[in-house]
């Protein structure tokens, strides 16, 4: 027997009857075709893979079997046909309960066993129900079937046809339906930190979380089908608040809002609530889904935070200004004791030795603690973020001769030995000139002040590979310092030991100096090696040098043409920066109806602008000492110079420092760098204007 | 360097009688003797119209009227008696007002005695305005800490 024969084991008794209808019907050919037809029709449903075709006699013994049955049971049509019903492949509990329903149902005993399974087919009732199979190999699997009977001409029945489905796959579509309906539920349902509310298209509560008992405090069975703007204070729902918000998300499909809402026992909570409709595939409204979150405790974070910040930065203010004040506040009986010390020092008749060496030590104390009160207001200064800075090409061969030559003599009385670098490599770096130098010199002082006798200094220009900044170095062959004490080496009042060796040093000066470096968008550090020494270094952005472009010198030359020979005039450039005055000199060399006059810093420009009364006055504004705008009051302030008109050339170029100078008097504000056209344009209308303002006034 | 012909007339201005005693003193040593003194600036320009100074150390801070105050009672007075200001603070931030005010030197607190001495020569000889030499670099002086030799 094999499973694609048709009709396998034809019920001998049904055949036969089936070829005596057909004997009698013979004569008409349309019934027998349509007959034939139905019989190809058996035949493909019979001989289906899928569907289970079992037949039965009226006694539910199996006598047809096909090939999906075969497949689906694992039994070969020989194995069952005649020997079995189908409920002895079926699931015995499940007969016994069916058996059980059944006769509850019709109010007549049902005996568990094959009965159970046709009793309605046979009393003519359609029956499709689910039961379960159990294979051959014992496996079982759910099955739908559907239940016929087979009636001869006489409606006698003379069998049962019972076709099956395997139902595993929906079975299995359906578990796991079941389960991630389930999981999700739960899911939903123990979120505890925030609401998650289904509402219905009219906004009545379908279904409620745990969160949203635990924010609102109503449970499931209170709220569930009241409408959600019982969450509303009073005034939002006469203002149609809540219905406005489900519109909103009807028609955006999301809306949040962010506002105050009400809990089950009458309190308010501040609340963010999301809403997002719901559309079937339709694009039916089905409802919305709410996510309510309470904010309320956020927002007193939130509103300590900014009380915490502002009282912060306040305190951060006032210690600024309190060490500011307390600075000057200092300085006054400071006054007293140094002015009191040096008159007793060079009183007549003369101190005695002994007496002498007393004064002596109030006047070291005395100017060590000026020191310390400025280191201080440098920090305040610094850290209040008024300390302004100005930012250029800042040459550092030169730079580093002008701290050799202040730091010299120190050296010498210790007798440390410096020595400056090897190569005359144009090193050029991105900087405020006043404040590198200030940085630099501290860490020579540095260097030392806590070296060994005869020890040396080394300062070192190298660029770093990695970042291509140029690193500026300063050795010591001091005593080198443990790790522990470098981490805190740049901390306020950390001398570290320091104390016991009889140097003096306010331990504020590298913190100073790291702030200033780090306002210049540098790096500082430092290596140290115990007995052997200690490494300072400072990176800063490298720079390409200052130079005239090309055509520079013929702009400048073409300017002074027109000028009369006899007129000669004189220019004074107020500048610290060697670089920037050069770049100034080669300009000015080629005019010669202009001589060039320079002063390094403020005091010294105004007191050159008295002797010599220049016709126009080149000012740097970041200036050592008084600025160049201090310069310039003191300038506007002598009836002398108030008319010489003052040029700013400044690497300050924020909008608000040129406001800031052309308010307090320049003519002209020019940033560096040096645009050479603009420069010679300003210059020659100062001296046009100067012009005037002499004609003026002779 | 002493004055010789006429004194000139030097008044210090300071509520602080030890700072009074302190610019007396180091004047005298610098040969100075018409130097008078008072701790009231309210009376400062009373004062000036009496005796007619030839320069005024001023102190800033002060209660009841402050050196900007005394500047001001004084500048309608210092047209027809012209007289020179020196201005004394330890707040070198006031510079530029104190220029302003109409100041012709500013000196920061604390001094050293000799500094004061020349700017006063220096001021009487009819220099304009002068400024406190840069506030470059500090003084590195070579000094043993105050801690270590307590």
Not at chain 1, 418 to 432: E, G, K, R, W
């Amino acid at each position: 027997m094999t499973p694609s024969a048709p009709l396998r084991a034809p019920p001998a008794r049904r055949s036969s009857r089936t070829a005596t209808r057909a004997e009698k019907s013979a004569v008409e050919l349309g019934r027998r075709k349509a007959l034939l037809k139905t019989g190809a029709l058996q035949n493909a449903i019979l001989n289906s893979a899928n569907f289970s075709s079992i037949a039965t006699d009226d006694q539910g013994v199996i006598q047809l079997f096909n090939v999906g049955a075969e497949r689906m049971l694992g039994y070969s049509a020989a194995d069952v046909v005649d020997r079995i019903t189908p409920a002895d492949i079926s699931d015995p509990q499940e007969v016994v309960a069916r058996a059980a329903a059944l006769s509850l149902e019709l109010g007549t005993p049902i005996t568990p066993g094959f009965e159970a399974l046709a009793f309605k087919a046979s009393r003519g009732l359609e029956d499709i129900y689910e039961l379960t199979y159990i294979r051959k190999d014992g496996t079982r699997f759910p099955a739908i079937v559907s239940v016929t009977a087979l009636r001869d001409d006489a409606q006698a029945i003379i069998g049962y046809l019972l076709l099956g489905t395997d139902n595993s796959a929906r079975k299995h579509a359906e578990e796991n339906l079941r389960r991630t309906e389930d999981s999700f539920r739960l899911m939903v349902e123990s979120v505890s930190d925030c609401a998650i509310v289904m509402l219905d298209p009219d906004g009545r509560v379908a279904s409620w979380n745990t969160g949203a008992q635990r924010i609102k405090g109503f449970t499931a069975d209170e709220i569930l089908g009241r409408h959600f703007s019982t969450f509303y204070p009073e005034d939002d729902v006469a203002a149609g608040k809540p219905q406005r918000d489900l519109e909103q998300a009807a028609a955006s499909g999301r809306h949040e809002d962010e506002g105050w809402r009400i809990r089950k026992d009458g309190t308010l909570f501040w609340a963010n609530i999301v809403f997002t409709s719901i559309r079937d595939h339709g694009g039916n409204l089905r409802g919305f889904a709410k996510l309510t979150r309470d904010l309320t405790e956020r927002n007193k974070v939130e509103a300590i935070l900014l009380t915490a910040k502002a009282v912060a930065e306040k305190a951060n203010l006032s210690k600024s200004e309190f060490l500011s004040s307390m600075s000057h506040e200092l300085r006054s009986p400071l006054n007293a004791i140094l002015g009191f010390a040096q008159l007793m020092e060079s009183d007549s008749p003369a101190p005695s030795p002994a007496q002498a060496e007393n004064i002596i030590q109030i006047l070291n104390a005395g100017w060590y603690l000026l020191e310390l009160i400025n280191e201080i207001l440098d920090l305040a200064t610094i850290e209040s973020g008024k300390l302004s800075m100005s930012l250029e090409p800042v040459s550092l061969r030169e730079l580093l001769l002008e701290c050799h030559s202040m730091i010299e003599p120190l050296a010498l009385r210790r007798g440390v030995h410096m020595s400056l670098p090897h190569s005359d490599a144009p090193y050029c770096v991105h900087a405020d000139r006043t404040r590198i130098k200030q940085v630099l010199i501290n860490l020579l002082s540095n260097a030392i002040k806590y070296n060994t006798p005869r020890g040396a200094v080394e300062i070192e220009c190298s660029t770093n590979r990695d970042s291509g900044r140029v690193r500026i170095t300063v050795t010591d062959t001091g005593a080198g310092l443990p790790p522990e004490q470098v981490a805190q080496l740049f901390q306020p009042f950390n001398r570290l030991g320091q104390e016991g060796n009889g140097e003096e040093g306010t331990g504020i000066g590298l913190v100073v100096s790291k702030r200033l470096v780090e306002l210049m968008d540098g790096v500082i550090g430092v290596e140290s090696t115990i007995g052997k020494g200690s490494s300072f270094w400072v990176e800063l952005r490298s720079t390409a040098p200052l130079t005239l472009p090309a055509a520079a010198e013929t702009i400048a030359a073409a300017d002074s043409s027109a000028a009369a020979p006899d007129a000669l005039r004189t220019l004074l450039y107020v500048e610290d920066n060697p670089a920037n005055l050069r770049l100034v000199e080669k300009l000015i060399a080629r005019r010669d109806d202009l001589r060039l006059l320079t002063a390094v810093n403020g005091n010294r420009g105004v007191e050159l602008a008295r002797t010599c009364l220049p016709d126009v006055i080149l000012m740097d504004i970041n200036l050592p000492g008084i600025s160049g705008i201090e310069a310039l009051k003191l300038l506007r302030h002598d009836p002398s110079t108030a008319h010489i008109p003052v040029v700013a050339l400044s690497a300050n170029a924020m909008a608000d420092d040129i406001e800031n100078g052309l308010e307090a008097g320049f003519f002209r504000y020019l940033t560096k760098p040096i645009k050479v056209p603009a420069f010679m344009k300003a210059l020659n209308l100062a001296l046009a204007f100067a012009e005037e303002t002499h004609d003026a006034a002779h | 360097m002493p004055p010789t012909e006429a004194t000139p007339k030097i008044l210090i201005v300071d509520d602080q009688r030890s700072n009074v005693r302190l610019l007396e003193q180091t004047l005298l040593r610098g040969g100075y003797a018409g130097v008078m003194s008072t701790t009231e600036p309210c009376g400062v320009t009373a004062l000036h119209l009496q005796h007619h100074f030839d320069l005024i150390l001023l102190d800033l801070q002060m209660p009841e009227m402050n050196g900007f105050q005394v500047m001001e009672q004084l500048r309608p007075v210092r047209v027809e008696l012209p007289v020179k200001i020196l201005v004394l603070s330890a707040d070198a931030s006031q510079m530029p007002a104190v220029f302003e005010a109409g100041a012709d030197s500013f000196m920061g607190k604390p001094f050293r005695l000799p500094d004061v001495v020349e700017r006063v020569q220096l001021m009487l000889k009819g220099a304009r305005a002068v400024v406190a030499p840069a506030a470059e670099p500090r003084p590195l002086l070579e000094r043993p800490s105050p801690r270590v030799q307590a």
